[in-house]
């Protein structure tokens, strides 16, 4: 897959240049920044979050609840049990879903989903994806179709770059390979990843819009 040069500075060489303009921007940012496809929020709208896969539309406040709530999770329940503390509910925001929260919360989740579709941008262009994936934004114009899960790994893997490379070099430190998600793609990555890179690029026209 090609992605073209920018001005006169190939990918490969803005990564190594400059590692700290790869992609470190928090998911709360980056769902109000980037067209995802059919799941993309309206403007002052960002994903919620609860899990990688829940693209309910909320504000960023909710969605910083949301993390704080997860975050919070394990101190909430009785001990060897599932059971909320004295005074937290299951919070509900989607099937499963027993994060022991405050019972506004659940209340929130609950509104947040009954306002689901409405928060949505409805159209679509030629490199929507399909519902369920999202674009890798390994750099701006990486459009393959991805799950959220691959998308957060790319993120990730972009702000480990620099670490893994070889003192002054573009060669990866041992145990890491170029990911090569695109020509020129030097990020050093689990031979995993890079498998998995190839696998949905091969994938990518099958996951879009048509």
């Known amino acids: 897959m090609n992605l073209t040069q920018l001005g006169s500075i190939t990918v490969r060489g803005l990564l ?41 539309c909320v504000t960023p406040e909710v969605r910083a609840q949301v993390a704080a709530d997860n975050r919070q999770a394990p101190g909430r329940h009785l001990p060897g049990s599932r059971n909320c503390r004295q005074g937290y509910v299951w919070r509900e925001a989607y099937a499963g879903d027993a994060v022991c929260v405050l019972p506004a919360a659940r209340t929130q989740a609950r509104a947040d989903n009954a306002q689901a579709q409405s928060r949505l941008v409805l159209s679509s262009g030629p490199e929507t994806c399909l519902p369920g994936y999202v674009w890798r934004e390994t750099v701006p114009g990486d459009h393959v179709c991805v799950t959220p899960a691959v998308r957060d790994q790319a993120t990730l893997d972009n702000s480990q770059a620099a670490a893994r490379q070889q003192p002054n070099s573009a060669a990866c430190l041992p145990g890491y390979v170029w990911r090569d998600a695109y020509d020129g793609d030097a990020v050093c990555v689990a031979p995993a990843t890079r498998q998995q890179a190839h696998d949905d690029n091969a994938q990518a026209e099958a996951r879009r819009v048509r």
Do not use: K
């Open 16 to 56: 190594l240049a400059a590692p700290l303009l790869t992609l470190v921007t928090p998911p709360a940012q980056a769902a109000t920044r980037l067209p995802y496809g059919p799941n993309t929020c309206l403007p002052g709208y960002v994903w919620r979050a609860a899990t990688p896969s829940d693209l309910v």
